[in-house]
């Protein structure tokens, strides 16, 4: 089947602008991760859903962060009022199993802040 | 916070020829696993090991796990220049529902 999609691929923000970032994970998958990865960097831990519910968002960096998987599928990465240290990498990762299994990851989403 | 680091950071090698890099970490596991990344993408896992195994095996790939020195080593043999990419090791910190990544190391394979 296909893998774990994300959008958009590339986003743009103005400093303070409100961004939504999607992921599509792996049909079934229980476990969703949202990882951020600055340039040159191993990703960081942001945050893990166990089907709807969120069971560590202990690396959210500040609350301008918020994610959410409503139904146990898509879901989504909210960073209000944008700051220029959010720009990086997220990626979205699944799993069929729980907690640190092997994880499947997707193709990420760049976002720059000017 | 990073948990693995691997060592070298960058490696530069021609094709056919043997890749090794290192990867440490601080805290106990259950597992540690490395993944692949190529350039603008996501990351593909490889390799997965228990900490009570200490030698797997995968296709080229050869992972070792020393966890009485907390370290582990990812071997590519006879390299392709499409195993360009960058090299991660990720562990679970001891049953966290979490991958802790390291720095990752840089491989050019020159054709």
């Known amino acids: 089947g296909a893998g774990v999609s994300q959008s958009p691929r590339y986003k743009v923000a103005k400093r303070g602008q409100d961004v939504a970032l999607r992921c599509d994970p792996i049909?079934?998958?229980?476990?969703l991760f949202w990882y951020q990865q600055a340039l040159g960097q191993g990703p960081e831990f942001l945050t893990y859903?166990?089907?709807?519910?969120?069971?560590?968002k202990s690396g959210l960096p500040s609350d301008r962060f918020f994610a959410e998987r409503p139904e146990g599928s898509v879901s989504t990465l909210k960073i209000q009022r944008t700051q220029q240290e959010d720009s990086a990498v997220y990626l979205c990762?699944?799993?069929?199993?729980?907690?640190?299994?092997?994880?499947?990851f997707g193709p990420g989403t760049r976002l720059l802040v000017l | 916070s990073q948990q693995g680091e691997e060592d070298p950071q960058a490696l530069s090698i021609q094709e056919g020829e043997n890749a090794t890099m290192n990867c440490s970490y601080k805290t106990s596991i259950n597992n540690l696993q490395w993944y692949r990344q190529n350039s603008g993408r996501g990351l593909v896992h490889l390799i997965l090991?228990?900490?009570?195994?200490r030698e797997k095996h995968s296709g080229r790939l050869r992972v070792t796990l020393d966890t009485s020195k907390k370290s582990s080593s990812l071997l590519i043999t006879a390299s392709r220049a499409a195993d360009t990419a960058s090299y991660f090791c990720?562990?679970?910190?001891?049953?966290?529902?979490?991958?802790?990544f390291g720095k990752g190391n840089q491989v050019v394979v020159i054709p």
């Open positions: 990762a699944s799993s069929s199993g729980y907690g640190a299994v092997t994880q499947y």
């Open positions: 859903f166990q089907n709807e519910a969120q069971l560590d």
């Open positions: 049909s079934g998958h229980v476990s």
């Open positions: 990720a562990t679970d910190e001891g049953g966290n529902n979490r991958l802790a």
């Open positions: 090991i228990r900490s009570n195994e």
